[in-house]
């Protein structure tokens, strides 16, 4: 309690010692003020002249947006008299259009839609690249009006048109549009409305408006007897009857290289793997035909073995020996030497043709995995996105059949042509000296002779 | 009466357009097996029977063993050949199957499944030179079978010759 009395006697005496500095601060204060507040009322005076002039405004806006409402309002009942005006009117007017044509109304209807019927099937029709324009006689099938005379002679024309030259096959001179994208004026043979041939053979279909040749023709051999066909020296030709839309197909049909390149890398391993085992398959051939023919040399002159064929070789090898047991020892070991030069090349054939279709089952394989996470991805909704992966998959195993067969063959015709080699050589080295022995001791003959008569 | 040849050969080309290019194989394959299955049978009935007569009759060992062995390597020509093509029949049927799959899958890119007969194309060509390969490939068995046993039992004579012989030298 004495200690507060203390404070406040401190404080009082402090705000004394300043009173007179702080009073003409108030002063200063107090005159800021009153500027203050007389420049807001002249701010405010200002505002509100502006706010009353922009009512005064807005006002006549008003006016002005009312009187044109009053005018569109006006307007519009004037367009609707007109428009129930017109209305009546145009009633009227079919009804006269109705009564002057009478029962000919129905008929009028058919024919605008036999005609526009028509004119799409010109659009497409070969008979347009010949005749160009044709559709245009047939305008009329989008108007309302009475049709007149020609129109309707039109329609029967053009349909005769058609049906003629449906039948007729014809050579005409038009522009054709090649896959390289030029334009060129040639002779063009037309059957009917289903095939265009060019001068030289090449298929040709109609679309938009102009003759196109088709960027992926048929077989060669097609192509040439077309080309007979337009020189008049064939009779034949291949004739598309869905009017362009088989041969034009043709083109989604992928080609040879196509088809290879889908087979991917063990694709390319098998053909590889092919190609290694012709290569060995030509030379054994080659070979086995050349120490055939060293053999049959070697035959015509027994009395002198050479070295240069295994023939010879087993001959010389058995003379070395003495007696006819020993002869034949040495001629087995000869043989069993001779035997792997003859066999040379053919393990790997068959290690080919046994791999090779076994890789394309892997082939198969790993496109089915691609298949099945298509599968996964896309669903099995759509049969299309998987069937491209199947194909695919099924190329590996058509090249490995592809190399395998062949391979199996030449391994077979090889191996058995170096067993009955092998055979031969045998038991012609041996016949020939036995029966050189024979010729060297005529006695040992004529004591076999008659027993080997009794066994006869 | 005669067969109507024109309608024969007519099912003929239908049947070889509709079975595609490996049927075209097969049939070459099928003339090459019938013509080396022809020759054995010729060779056994009538070229064989004058060699073995060759055999007996030879007056020493020495020509005995040449007359044997062009006997034995006669009897051996294109019996390996002729088992190796009867093994290729089902190959090529099987090749022709993925071919034909092959079609058929392309024909599904192409229009989906909506329409099975165009599917019809794809299925002949698989399926026809299975069962050509097939046919080729029994029918061959059958032939082979005879002709290995026989050409057997005619090497097994001459071995037995060869061994009187040999007993005898």
Redesign the interface.
């Known amino acids: 309690m004495k200690l507060s009395c203390v404070l406040a006697t401190v404080l009082l005496l402090g705000s004394a010692v300043n009173a007179s500095a702080a009073e003409a601060d108030m002063q200063a204060l107090l005159n800021t003020v009153q500027d203050r507040v007389a420049r807001e009322q002249a701010t405010d005076q200002q505002r509100l002249a502006t706010f009353r002039q922009s009512s005064r405004e807005q006002v006549k806006l008003l006016q002005q947006a009312e009187a044109r409402l009053a005018a569109s309002q006006q307007r519009q009942t004037d367009l609707k008299t007109l428009f129930d005006e017109q209305e009546s009117l145009l009633a009227e007017q079919q009804n006269l259009l109705k009564n002057r044509t009478g029962q000919l109304g129905e008929i009028f209807g058919v024919v605008k839609q036999q005609a526009k019927d028509l004119q799409g099937v010109l659009m497409d029709s070969l008979i347009s690249a010949e005749l160009p324009g044709r559709a245009e006689r047939l305008e009329f099938s989008g108007q309302q009006e009475v049709l007149t005379r020609h129109e309707l002679e039109a329609l029967w024309q053009t349909f005769q048109q058609e049906l003629i030259y449906s039948g007729q096959v014809k050579a005409f001179e038009a522009p054709v549009v090649m896959t390289s994208g030029e334009t060129h004026n040639t002779e063009v043979v037309r059957v009917g409305a289903f095939n265009a041939v060019s001068a030289d053979g090449e298929f040709l279909v109609y679309a938009d408006d102009r003759l196109k040749q088709l960027a992926r023709q048929p077989d060669s051999s097609v192509r040439a007897q077309a080309a007979e066909f337009v020189r008049g020296e064939g009779d034949t030709l291949l004739v598309d009857p869905n009017r362009g839309g088989l041969l034009q ?1 043709l083109s ?3 080609t040879l290289q196509a088809r290879i390149e889908q087979g991917g890398g063990v694709g390319y391993l098998i053909i590889g793997l092919g190609i290694v085992g012709l290569l060995v398959a030509l030379w054994r051939l080659l070979v086995s035909t050349y120490t055939g023919l060293r053999i049959r040399r070697q035959l015509a002159a027994v009395q002198n073995p050479r070295k240069d064929n295994p023939l010879g070789r087993l001959l010389l090898a058995a003379q070395a020996g003495g007696s ?1 047991e020993d002869m034949e020892v040495r001629l087995d070991s000869a043989l069993l030497a001779e035997t792997p030069k003859l066999e040379q090349g053919l393990a790997i054939l068959k290690l080919i043709a046994a791999v090779a279709p076994l890789l394309g089952l892997l082939g198969t394989v790993t496109g089915m995995i691609g298949t099945f996470q298509s599968i996964t991805l896309f669903g099995t909704g ?3 996105m998987m ?2 992966g ?2 695919q998959a ?2 590996t ?2 090249l490995g ?2 190399v ?2 062949p391979l ?2 030449c391994h ?2 090889l ?2 042509r170096t ?2 080699t092998l ?2 050589l045998q ?2 080295s ?3 000296l ?5 010729a060297q001791q005529p006695e040992v ?1 004529a004591e ?2 008659p ?3 009794n ?2 | 009466m005669l067969p109507d040849t024109q309608f024969m050969q007519l099912i003929l080309e239908e049947f070889f357009q509709a079975g595609g290019p490996v049927l075209l194989v097969l049939a070459g394959l099928a003339l090459l097996l019938w013509t080396l299955l022809l020759e054995r049978c010729w060779f056994l009935v009538r070229s064989f029977p004058q060699m073995l007569r060759d055999c007996q009759t030879a007056t020493s060992y020495g020509s005995f063993l040449q007359q044997k062995c062009a006997a034995n390597v006669a009897l051996q020509t294109s019996l390996a050949m002729i088992k190796t093509l009867i093994a290729l029949c089902p190959l090529l049927g099987l090749l022709g199957t993925v071919v034909g799959m092959i079609q058929l899958f392309d024909v599904l890119a192409l229009r989906g499944a909506a329409n099975p007969r165009l599917m019809a194309a794809g299925v002949a060509q698989a399926t026809l030179p299975t069962m050509a390969g097939m046919v080729l490939a029994v029918s061959g068995l059958l032939f082979y079978g005879r002709l290995k046993r026989y050409s057997q039992q005619q090497w097994q004579r001459l071995n037995i010759l060869s061994n009187n012989w040999r007993s005898r030298c």
Do not use: M, N, W
């Open positions: 197909l989604l049909k992928p006819r759509d049969p299309k069937a491209g199947i194909s099924l190329i195993t058509v059949l592809c395998a067969i199996l063959f077979s015709h191996f058995s067993r009955r055979q031969f038991q012609k041996l016949a020939i036995v029966e050189r022995e024979e003959l076999e002779y027993e080997a008569a066994a006869a």
